[in-house]
């Protein structure tokens, strides 16, 4: 127990500060910027209780806003992010999901493409949907969601298959 | 009472789901509305001390162009100075010593330009004598004004956000407009509500008007890039070139207007009667 809670606060206090120092400073073709500290809300042990996820994204959006002046809008993001993931587990991961055995190191490349996709693509257009907060801008919305999203799936599986060579 | 608090465990994932989201809502509203993001800003002791300890190592790598700006305005300055006729007959006030403005030196130590609000942070604060509504210019033009202090940092609400709205003019007339930002490119921002009566081309200077009393009078923006009327007919937009490279900057000035409490007080009496 004590071993998973620091695994899991030294992993919330890398993503934050490689989100805010590294990519945050990206800036691809003038503001496409990915948004990779999801990684910590797609990979959270699954058997943990749901509150407890929803409450710890919520922190991690919130510590994310506080570096970038960005009011509220990645902890929103994060929070619905993490509330509706068991839906997107279930459909991309199915029975394995559903009997609780679920390890992300052994499922199979394209349930982990898809449920990485899918988180990404909610978490964003939460994320640009407030951050341009106006409703006569919904085509620069979904641009930028779209493009952001692109990157950093990309960037999100190049991390995962990075890391999990070197456990094994 | 005993279905309520079923209901409350049933339902609790979803309450404390439907209670974040709404507080992250409300601090989302609040920074989208001017001088109200009193919680969540970067200008605090942890935030501000680690984007002071990462920019002491990364403002090495930009030291060649920083320094090349610096000469640039110095070369300016002495050229004004002596190139100044001397007027040694006509009397000079060495007695007095109230310069309507005052000026501060800061750095930059966190820029951004790729969201629609943008916000900076400077290394100077509460310590320094800075405050709320002080202007923040570079040796180029104007960058913003300043929105929350600490005890050692400042956020500038840069003039790259939806909530920014500085008085300009143009500089071979006196029409005023107002300086907003449309989000698509961090070069160009747009001044907005100058009547059709104006006449001005293409490459005319804009200005500070000096009315907010927040900058002076003549502070470059930058450039008229092009222009057409509003929907109304009755006032042009005009996209703005910026003078400053928004995305790379570093030393900048903070603008302190000394007659800022009694102009503010004069005007809020004003509207109290």
């Given at each position: 127990?004590?071993?998973?809670f620091f695994a899991q606060a030294s992993r919330f206090i890398i993503l934050v500060f490689f989100q805010v120092l590294i990519f945050n400073h990206i800036?691809?073709?003038?503001?496409?910027?990915?948004?990779?500290?999801?990684?910590?809300?797609?990979?959270?042990?699954?058997?943990?209780?749901?509150?407890?996820?929803?409450?710890?994204?919520?922190?991690?959006?919130?510590?994310?806003?506080?570096?970038?002046?960005?009011?509220?809008?990645?902890?929103?993001?994060?929070?619905?992010?993490?509330?509706?993931?068991?839906?997107?587990?279930?459909?991309?991961?199915?029975?394995?999901?559903?009997?609780?055995?679920?390890?992300?190191?052994?499922?199979?490349?394209?349930?982990?493409?898809?449920?990485?996709?899918?988180?990404?693509?909610?978490?964003?257009?939460?994320?640009?949907?407030?951050?341009?907060?106006?409703?006569?801008?919904?085509?620069?919305?979904?641009?930028?969601?779209?493009?952001?999203?692109?990157?950093s799936i990309i960037l999100i599986i190049l991390i995962t298959i990075i890391f999990s060579k070197k456990m094994k | 009472m005993q279905q309520i608090i079923?209901?409350?465990?049933?339902?609790?994932?979803?309450?404390?789901?439907?209670?974040?989201?709404?507080?992250?809502?409300?601090?989302?509203?609040?920074s989208h509305s001017y001088h109200k993001s009193k919680f969540i800003n970067s200008a605090n002791f942890l935030t501000g001390g680690v984007y002071n300890?990462?920019?002491?190592?990364?403002?090495?790598?930009?030291?060649?162009?920083?320094?090349?700006?610096?000469?640039?305005?110095?070369?300016?300055?002495?050229?004004?100075?002596?190139?100044?006729?001397?007027?040694?007959?006509?009397?000079?006030?060495?007695?007095?010593?109230?310069?309507?403005?005052?000026?501060?030196?800061?750095?930059?130590?966190?820029?951004?330009?790729?969201?629609?609000?943008?916000?900076?942070?400077?290394?100077?604060?509460?310590?320094?004598?800075?405050?709320?509504?002080?202007?923040?210019?570079?040796?180029?033009?104007?960058?913003?004004?300043?929105?929350?202090?600490?005890?050692?940092?400042?956020?500038?609400?840069?003039?790259?956000?939806?909530?920014?709205?500085?008085?300009?003019?143009?500089?071979?007339?006196?029409?005023?407009?107002?300086?907003?930002?449309?989000?698509?490119?961090?070069?160009?921002?747009?001044?907005?509500?100058?009547?059709?009566?104006?006449?001005?081309?293409?490459?005319?200077?804009?200005?500070?008007?000096?009315?907010?009393?927040?900058?002076?009078?003549?502070?470059?923006?930058?450039?008229?890039?092009?222009?057409?009327?509003?929907?109304?007919?009755?006032?042009?937009?005009?996209?703005?070139?910026?003078?400053?490279?928004?995305?790379?900057?570093?030393?900048?000035?903070?603008?302190?207007?000394?007659?800022?409490?009694?102009?503010?007080?004069?005007?809020?009496?004003?509207?109290?009667?």
């Open positions: 127990m004590n071993s998973l800036n691809f073709l003038g503001y496409i910027n990915p948004y990779i500290y999801i990684l910590f809300i797609a990979f959270f042990p699954v058997r943990n209780n749901r509150m407890t996820i929803i409450l710890i994204s919520f922190f991690l959006g919130l510590s994310i806003d506080l570096f970038l002046d960005t009011g509220g809008i990645h902890a929103a993001a994060c929070v619905f992010t993490a509330y509706i993931r068991p839906v997107l587990l279930k459909s991309s991961f199915g029975m394995i999901y559903e009997h609780q055995t679920i390890r992300f190191n052994t499922v199979d490349f394209e349930a982990k493409l898809s449920y990485i996709s899918l988180l990404t693509l909610t978490h964003h257009l939460i994320l640009f949907c407030l951050e341009i907060f106006s409703i006569s801008k919904v085509i620069l919305t979904l641009q930028k969601t779209l493009f952001s999203s692109i990157f | 079923n209901f409350i465990i049933r339902n609790k994932n979803f309450l404390l789901f439907l209670l974040l989201f709404s507080i992250s809502i409300v601090f989302t509203i609040q300890s990462v920019n002491n190592i990364s403002n090495y790598f930009s030291l060649k162009y920083q320094n090349n700006l610096l000469t640039e305005e110095n070369n300016h300055l002495k050229s004004l100075l002596y190139n100044r006729t001397e007027k040694d007959s006509i009397y000079i006030d060495s007695v007095t010593f109230d310069n309507q403005y005052k000026f501060t030196s800061a750095n930059i130590i966190k820029n951004s330009y790729s969201l629609s609000d943008n916000i900076l942070l400077l290394n100077k604060g509460a310590n320094d004598n800075i405050h709320e509504d002080f202007g923040v210019i570079s040796s180029h033009g104007i960058l913003g004004i300043i929105n929350e202090t600490s005890e050692n940092f400042s956020t500038v609400i840069s003039i790259l956000n939806t909530t920014s709205n500085i008085s300009a003019k143009l500089k071979s007339s006196n029409h005023y407009g107002s300086l907003k930002w449309n989000t698509k490119d961090p070069r160009i921002t747009q001044l907005v509500d100058i009547p059709k009566i104006a006449s001005f081309k293409v490459g005319d200077t804009i200005i500070t008007s000096g009315l907010s009393s927040i900058f002076p009078k003549g502070i470059p923006i930058g450039t008229v890039h092009d222009f057409k009327l509003d929907n109304t007919e009755n006032y042009y937009e005009i996209n703005v070139l910026l003078f400053n490279d928004m995305t790379n900057i570093e030393h900048v000035y903070i603008i302190e207007n000394l007659n800022l409490p009694e102009i503010s007080n004069l005007l809020n009496g004003n509207s109290n009667e």
